[in-house]
């Protein structure tokens, strides 16, 4: 397993376990927030911003579009 794969694996766990938990803490109000749903999970999201932080690029722009378009 190369390090993308560990990354995303390690980040899924954490998320399937803390999204849950964190849901349950939320404050409800009174005031309707957006809930749009996204076309990647919180998982790959911040898997793709952790790998950036190690990745050594300088802009994340540069990095999405080298990287993660491929």
């Known amino acids: ?10 980040v899924d766990d954490f ?3 803390f999204l849950p ?3 349950k803490h939320l404050i ?8 749009k749903p996204s076309r990647l999970f919180v998982s790959e ?9 190690q ?5 994340f722009k540069t990095y999405y579009i080298h990287f993660v378009c491929r």
């Open 1 to 10: 397993m190369n390090n993308l794969d560990a990354v995303f694996v390690d």
């Open 15 to 17: 998320c399937q376990t």
């Open 21 to 23: 938990a964190w849901e």
């Open 28 to 35: 409800s109000s009174d005031i309707k927030q957006r809930n």
């Open 45 to 53: 999201m911040m898997t793709i911003v952790i790998t950036f932080h």
């Open 55 to 59: 990745s050594g690029y300088r802009d």
